[in-house]
Nanobody
Framework: QVQLVESGGGLVQAGGSLRLSCAVS????????VAWFRQAPGKDREFVAS?????DYADSVRGRFTISRDNAKNRVYLQMNSLKPEDTAVYYC?????WGQGIQVTVSS
């Protein structure tokens, strides 16, 4: 059974930074791709970034967000800089068909 637990969310002013963490447990290869998604109120869940054999970002976050992983700690991180109010959402990490419970990120203007 795979479990994903997000942490590091919160409230930050526009222009600020946050680092999200996704703790991965269970029978998982360290090379399996992990992705971050987000869902704002009234909107569909959308892709943010992924890390596996390649790293990819949504156009809306490229240059501001950085995804990384620490296989020794079984964690995937999302460093979010230059945050904007439109980044406000619940952020989820995903591995294959498994999802975390999500964590709130709120950016005030």
């Amino acid at each position: 059974q795979v479990q994903l637990v997000e942490s590091g969310g919160g409230l930050v002013q526009a222009g600020g930074s946050l680092r999200l963490s996704c703790a991965v447990s269970g029978r998982v290869s360290s090379s399996t791709a992990v992705a971050w998604f987000r869902q704002a109120p009234g909107k569909d869940r959308e892709f943010v970034a992924s890390i596996g054999n390649i790293i990819d970002y949504a156009d809306s976050v490229r240059g501001r967000f950085t995804i990384s992983r620490d296989n020794a700690k079984n964690r995937v991180y999302l460093q979010m800089n230059s945050l904007k109010p439109e980044d406000t959402a619940v952020y989820y990490c995903r591995l294959e068909t498994y999802w975390g419970q999500g964590i709130q990120v709120t950016v005030s203007s």
